[in-house]
């Protein structure tokens, strides 16, 4: 099961869904139960957020899935992700970002406009 899957639909507001697998190219859509918007509520659509539900292909414009959300899924695009992770398990610490600094004469110039 991989959790917190956020589908993105055409013409609609992203989704939050559990997927029973990865998607693979031969499927004709996405499998998904659990789903919820964005803040964690029941869509309109949906009478019962437990219920499955499939979604063709042809309504949906990408699924996002976040690191570490899968779960046990052996053969797949999880080896993948396991194998880019550090050896020790734990997560590299970002770089922070540098302080941008502001350059006087241009926003001298952007006044003068």
């Not at 009478?47 to 699924?63: L, T």
């Not at 779960?71 to 050896?87: K, L, N, Q, Y």
């Amino acid at each position: 099961m991989i959790r917190n899957a956020v589908i993105h639909l055409v013409g609609d507001q992203p989704l939050v869904a559990d997927l029973f697998e990865l998607p693979a190219s031969a499927d004709q859509g996405l499998l998904c139960t659990n789903l919820r918007t964005l803040t964690g509520q029941r869509p309109v659509f949906a009478d019962h957020i437990a219920s499955v539900f499939f979604f063709p292909y042809s309504h949906i414009r990408f699924v996002e899935i976040a690191p570490g959300s899968q779960g046990a899924t052996a053969g797949t695009a999880g080896d993948v992700a396991a194998e880019a992770a550090p050896a020790d398990g734990g997560a590299e610490p970002a770089d922070p970002e540098p302080e941008l600094e502001l350059d006087e004469d241009f926003l001298r110039r952007i006044r003068e406009v």
